[in-house]
Every structure is written in structure tokens, then in C-alpha cells.
């Protein structure tokens, strides 16, 4: 099963037949909303809204964790999500979308592995991933290739035949937030190789990763970054452009929905062979 992930400014998903929603309770806590099932043109997909349905999640505290093993838990192997980014290649303008393909963490606070050695949450099942936890297991995955690269090649598939503007590779530097970044770290992030800055696309790619799923993630530029705009940053420039885009959004959802082949061609599931100590 897909499940989609949706980011500010896309709480619900059009053309979503609902079939059966369920408030799911993990060893992580509780997700930051429920996980609606339902039907797009006959193929299931399951969906959670990242900062919950009134966003009263920032991004600091949105229970990542809880949220992926809600997915996992309802059956989704593969993760779409989507997220708004302020722009920093200068080459990246408002409105365009970046099929990202490597990131830089700059947070702070976050839990970002399942895998705590002595510390790991008891959990049941029979899988590999619940017995590294059982077992107490220290695990290091490899994130040289973080994104799917099957979903990926989907996706740009898709912007092309709904001619689109985006860019099929960038690297998304992830802050704390919830405050906007300084033009300091701007120049900083540019300086390191950062296309796009945002504050939710870590730790939720590396752990769908540890939990064998793939993701992949469709960025959205709401606004040129710090130092980079001439204009103060806003919430309010974000939900704006991201509603211009919803349109947009959901036809590339749709599509991919529909295009997804059925069983996986890549080595995402394959991530935890030879990552234990």
C-alpha cells in the first residue's frame, strides 16, 4: 500500500474514497492525526496529515516516529510525502517543484532512529525490524541514497507529461524551526551544497528508511529562503502559494497513484541486511 503524507497547506486528499479511518496507538506514542484508508481510481492508499488536521503540530514536535509506524502498521511499504520549502539555489523559483535526492540535518531536538540499542521500545511481531528492537539491537543504516530512486524516476516521469516546472534532483537542508531561518544560515546552507531549506523532511525520510519502507517526497518552493527574498518570510506566503498549488498537487498524487507499479523494483526493503552491530 502508498501512503501519503501530506505536509502545510494539504490536509485532505480530493478524490480520496474513504473506506475506514482509524486512530492508531504505537509504542511511540499516538500519530499526529488519524490514518484515513481509502480508494483513489480503485488502488488503496492510506493517508496522514503531518501536523495534524487543525496544524496544531510544529514542526519540532510532530510526532515522526508515531507517524511512520502508524503507516507500517496499516500495511504501506512505499511513502509519498509532501512538503512546502523555501528556495535557495537561486535557480529554484516560487511555485516550482524539487523531486529532492539528498539532505543535510540540522536539527536538534528529534528523535530520528527506532533503534536505541538498550533504550529501544519493546515492541511484538515476528519481522526483522521487531526483532532488532527485541533483541536491543544498535543499527546503522546506509542513507547514501536516502530517496527512492523508483519513485523518484515515477515522479519525474509525471512532472514532465503534465509539463510541469520542477527540478528532478536537489539537496533539502532540514531545520528546527519553528522559526525562519537567519540569512546567516542561509548563506551558510547555500554555501554547503543546500537547494531547498525546510523543517519536517528530517527525520521522516531516514525513518520510513529504517522501517524498510521507500519514500520519496514532493517539495513544493513556497518562497525564496533568508537573505535570498527581499521580503519578510510569513506563514501566511506559505499556505498561500501552497493553495495556488493544490491543484497541481493532487493531479501529480493521482498519477503517481495510478502509475505505481504494484510490487517493489528496488533496494529500499533490502536496507537492514548487515546494519546491525
Not at 501530506?6 to 474514497?17: I, N, T
Not at 525490524?129 to 542513507?143: C, G, M, N, S, Y
Request: net charge neutral; with cysteine; hydrophobic share 40%.
Amino acid at each position: 500500500m502508498l501512503g501519503i503524507i501530506g505536509g502545510s497547506g494539504l490536509y485532505e486528499l480530493e478524490g480520496l474514497r474513504v473506506k475506514e479511518e482509524k486512530v492508531i496507538k504505537t509504542p511511540f506514542g499516538e500519530p499526529s492525526s488519524p490514518v484515513v484508508i481509502g480508494e483513489i481510481g480503485g488502488r488503496e492508499v492510506a493517508f496522514l496529515s503531518r501536523h495534524g488536521r487543525d496544524h496544531s503540530y510544529p514542526p519540532h514536535l510532530v510526532p515522526y516516529r508515531a507517524n511512520l509506524w502508524a503507516l507500517r502498521e496499516v500495511g504501506v511499504k512505499r511513502v509519498l510525502a509532501v512538503s512546502a520549502v523555501g528556495g535557495i539555489n537561486k535557480l529554484f523559483g516560487a511555485g516550482d517543484f524539487v523531486i529532492v535526492d539528498s539532505f543535510l540535518d540540522f536539527t536538534k531536538q528529534r528523535k530520528s532512529t527506532y533503534y536505541e540499542g538498550r533504550f529501544s521500545v519493546q515492541v511484538e511481531g515476528q519481522n526483522e525490524v521487531a526483532r532488532l528492537l527485541r533483541e536491543k539491537k544498535v543499527v546503522h543504516i546506509d542513507v547514501s541514497d536516502p530517496y527512492c530512486p523508483e519513485m523518484r524516476k515515477l515522479l519525474i516521469e509525471i512532472m514532465e507529461k503534465q509539463r510541469l516546472r520542477y527540478h528532478p534532483a536537489g539537496v533539502y537542508a532540514c531545520t528546527e524551526g519553528p522559526r525562519f531561518e537567519s540569512t546567516a544560515e542561509i548563506r551558510m546552507l547555500e554555501r554547503l551544497g543546500a537547494d531547498v531549506v525546510g523543517m519536517t523532511g528530517y527525520p521522516e525520510v531516514v525513518l520510513a528508511r529504517e522501517l524498510t519502507m521507500c519514500y520519496a517526497s514532493i517539495c513544493v518552493v513556497a518562497n525564496p529562503a533568508a537573505g535570498i527574498s527581499t521580503q519578510r518570510l510569513t506563514s501566511d506566503e506559505v499556505l498561500e502559494l501552497m493553495g495556488r498549488k493544490e491543484r497541481e498537487v493532487k493531479a501529480v498524487i493521482s498519477s503517481f497513484v495510478y502509475m505505481l507499479p504494484p510490487e517493489r523494483g528496488c533496494e529500499c526493503e533490502k536496507v537492514l541486511e548487515g546494519a546491525e552491530v
